[in-house]
């Protein structure tokens, strides 16, 4: 009895020891419950069979603890029913009473990391600025067919750009002759360079030396709105008085040397040229130079002159206007001699037309003034579209004397030159020019013009002292030249180019007998032949009429009131032979005919002469 009480008291002991371990898991269990278990019963819902997993086999010792938790779960259950229903429905007196075991403790689920790393690259789409400018330009409605642009010529694959040219020769006469040229490249926006020149030869008669020698530099640098230019350039040529009557030899003879000597330099600006409407244009230049001769003469000019236009539509308005001022001094005088003009004008210009409205106001100032108003007017029509223009033309103007001018054109002038100027008073000309075929182009003049004081060169002989010089003289009164010219071009291809130009004068002078050395009949044309890409031939053709000087010429016993210059014909030709790209080999031959020319009188050309050498390019 002893020891059935004792195991009583040890089974009693495991039950509450088992309880107190399983009852708070049965109450987590109910807590989350969403709904009692009674009402579950009462919708009858059968509920799905749970999928089982194999059992893994038991120990003892879970054996046992299994067997214990089931009588204590029979026991739980009992003490649950004690506070409601019994097995046969009727209500108990009893309460419901919950014991708690032990504090609720939730239990949350381990976090899950995201593991996604930030898209650091930016996908965002450019949007970029939407700009909207209208097009400010005339609708033109003309259907005619435009001509088309010419194309340019593109470049040759297997040529050499080159900068820099040197030639040099050698040849009959004692001829030397050398050129070089310098340039920084192709650079649109700078263009800058230099250049020399010599030439020189000795002819058969005693003293007959020339030389001409010239160095010069230039510049152009373009921007988006102007062009600046300017070049510097130094002449200085020399020669001998070495003519005489070579019928009537002097005993003696002043063959001095004479030297021109020319400093000469130049700049403008200008507006870059566009093809718009309404466009305002302007330039302005400023030029000049210093001119001294062996006699001491002297001459500065100094020309500021610029122009100013605006375009409204075909109708074009502006103002060109220069500032001449000269000093002149030789042994007999030092004067001023300037001019000021002012030339306003008006433009109408179509397809088919174009005027020119103006007038040219000149005052001249210093030693002598006057003032003048000339017209200034130029009309051309076109008769054949794209062929053939008709124009006509009335101007006027005042022509400064220049003793470096007279020079340039006769070396042989004595000291102090009568200096005075002569006025064009009206001239007038109309003509034709056109194309009549692709690259045949031409040009014909017919013309009158009035001139006040006409400046002729004669000769100022004294054979008997050996004085051998020139002068200048004024036909003070209005003489009248008429004429016609003609101008031709006709560039057959690209490797031949035949061009002209010939001079028919009629003077009808005013107070001398005639005009003194002044040609009425002058021809002058050119060719260019290029066989291949290494040899090309050119060749030059002069022929100038007969001119009269008032030199009394004595012939025996007989003397000639006026000394007659006859005709002559100068053809001259050369050849270039390119043996490199960078190397070339050149022949030239002077007055082929190898006529006893004289442009002055007594004062006779160089003869048959020929001269050659090579040039260098790098």
């Given at each position: 009895m002893r020891q059935a009480m004792k195991f009583k008291y040890i089974y009693t002991l495991l039950t509450l020891i088992i309880a107190l371990y399983f009852v708070p898991a049965n109450a987590q269990t109910k807590h989350k419950a969403k709904k009692p278990a009674a009402k579950a019963a009462v919708k009858k819902a059968a509920p799905?069979?749970?999928?089982?997993?194999?059992?893994?086999?038991?120990?003892?010792?879970?054996?046992?603890?299994?067997?214990?938790?089931?009588?204590?779960?029979?026991?739980?259950?009992?003490?649950?029913?004690?506070?409601?229903?019994?097995?046969?429905?009727?209500?108990?007196?009893?309460?419901?009473?919950?014991?708690?075991?032990?504090?609720?403790?939730?239990?949350?689920?381990?976090?899950?990391?995201?593991?996604?790393?930030?898209?650091?690259?930016?996908?965002?789409?450019?949007?970029?600025?939407?700009?909207?400018?209208?097009?400010?330009?005339?609708?033109?409605?003309?259907?005619?067919?435009?001509?088309?642009?010419?194309?340019?010529?593109?470049?040759?694959?297997?040529?050499?750009?080159?900068?820099?040219?040197?030639?040099?020769?050698?040849?009959?006469?004692?001829?030397?002759?050398?050129?070089?040229?310098?340039?920084?490249?192709?650079?649109?926006?700078?263009?800058?360079g230099g250049y020399l020149k010599h030439f020189a030869?000795?002819?058969?008669?005693?003293?007959?030396?020339?030389?001409?020698?010239?160095?010069?530099?230039?510049?152009?640098?373009?921007?988006?709105?102007n062009n600046i230019s300017g070049r510097i350039t130094y002449n200085y040529n020399s020669n001998y008085f070495y003519g005489y009557d070579q019928l009537n030899p002097p005993t003696i003879l002043q063959v001095d040397k004479q030297h021109f000597s020319t400093l000469a330099a130049e700049g403008e600006l200008a507006k870059?040229?566009?093809?718009?409407?309404?466009?305002?244009?302007?330039?302005?230049?400023?030029?000049?130079?210093?001119?001294?001769?062996?006699?001491?003469?002297?001459?500065?000019?100094?020309?500021?002159?610029?122009?100013?236009?605006?375009?409204?539509?075909?109708?074009?308005?502006?103002?060109?206007?220069?500032?001449?001022?000269?000093?002149?001094?030789?042994?007999?005088?030092?004067?001023?001699?300037?001019?000021?003009?002012?030339?306003?004008?008006?433009?109408?210009?179509?397809?088919?037309?174009?005027?020119?409205?103006?007038?040219?106001?000149?005052?001249q100032f210093g030693y002598k003034s006057a003032f003048y108003i000339f017209p200034a007017a130029r009309a051309e029509l076109q008769v054949i579209p794209k062929y053939v223009r008709l124009f006509v033309e009335a101007k006027g103007d005042v022509n400064r004397s220049s003793i470096h001018d007279f020079s340039m054109i006769n070396p042989y002038l004595g000291q102090?030159?009568?200096?005075?100027?002569?006025?064009?008073?009206?001239?007038?000309?109309?003509?034709?020019?056109?194309?009549?075929?692709?690259?045949?182009?031409?040009?014909?003049?017919?013309?009158?013009?009035?001139?006040?004081?006409?400046?002729?060169?004669v000769s100022d002989f004294n054979f008997t002292t050996g004085y051998n010089r020139f002068k200048v003289i004024y036909d003070p009164g209005r003489s009248r030249v008429s004429g016609l010219t003609g101008e031709l071009d006709y560039k057959f291809s690209e490797d031949v180019d035949i061009f002209g130009r010939v001079e028919f004068k009629d003077y009808q002078m005013a107070t001398v007998d005639e005009p003194w050395n002044l040609p009425k009949f002058k021809l002058t044309a050119g060719t260019v032949f290029r066989i291949d890409n290494k040899i090309s031939v050119s060749g030059t053709l002069l022929i100038r009429g007969s001119t009269m000087d008032p030199y009394q010429v004595q012939t025996g016993a007989t003397t000639f009131t006026n000394a007659s210059i006859a005709s002559f014909a100068d053809l001259s030709a050369g050849v270039d032979y390119k043996a490199t790209n960078r190397l070339s080999v050149f022949v030239h031959v002077n007055n082929i005919l190898n006529a006893g020319s004289q442009t002055w009188l007594f004062y006779p050309e160089y003869g048959f002469n020929i001269f050659g050498g090579v040039g260098y390019s790098f």
């Open positions: 799905k069979p749970a999928v089982k997993k194999p059992a893994k086999p038991l120990t003892a010792q879970q054996k046992t603890a299994k067997g214990l938790g089931d009588a204590v779960a029979k026991a739980a259950a009992d003490t649950t029913k004690k506070g409601g229903k019994n097995d046969s429905g009727i209500s108990g007196n009893l309460s419901e009473e919950i014991v708690v075991t032990t504090a609720y403790k939730p239990v949350l689920a381990d976090a899950v990391k995201i593991r996604r790393n930030p898209d650091l690259e930016d996908k965002t789409p450019f949007k970029a600025p939407l700009v909207y400018i209208p097009i400010d330009k005339r609708l033109e409605l003309n259907t005619s067919i435009k001509p088309l642009e010419a194309m340019k010529r593109p470049a040759e694959q297997d040529s050499v750009p080159t900068n820099n040219y040197v030639k040099v020769g050698l040849g009959s006469l004692k001829t030397t002759y050398g050129e070089a040229y310098f340039a920084n490249g192709r650079d649109e926006a700078l263009q800058i030869q000795n002819g058969t008669l005693d003293k007959q030396n020339s030389a001409k020698e010239e160095v010069g530099v230039f510049g152009k640098s373009t921007g988006e709105l870059n040229y566009k093809d718009v409407d309404n466009d305002f244009t302007y330039a302005l230049k400023l030029k000049g130079y210093t001119f001294s001769n062996a006699y001491q003469a002297k001459e500065s000019n100094v020309v500021l002159s610029g122009f100013l236009n605006q375009t409204i539509n075909q109708f074009y308005a502006g103002l060109a206007a220069s500032l001449d001022l000269t000093t002149q001094k030789d042994s007999l005088y030092d004067h001023n001699n300037s001019l000021v003009r002012l030339n306003p004008y008006i433009k109408f210009q179509g397809d088919n037309y174009k005027i020119d409205a103006g007038v040219n106001i000149v005052d102090n030159i009568d200096l005075a100027n002569s006025v064009d008073q009206l001239d007038i000309a109309a003509g034709i020019k056109g194309t009549i075929a692709p690259g045949f182009g031409f040009k014909a003049t017919i013309f009158r013009n009035e001139v006040k004081n006409m400046p002729l060169f």
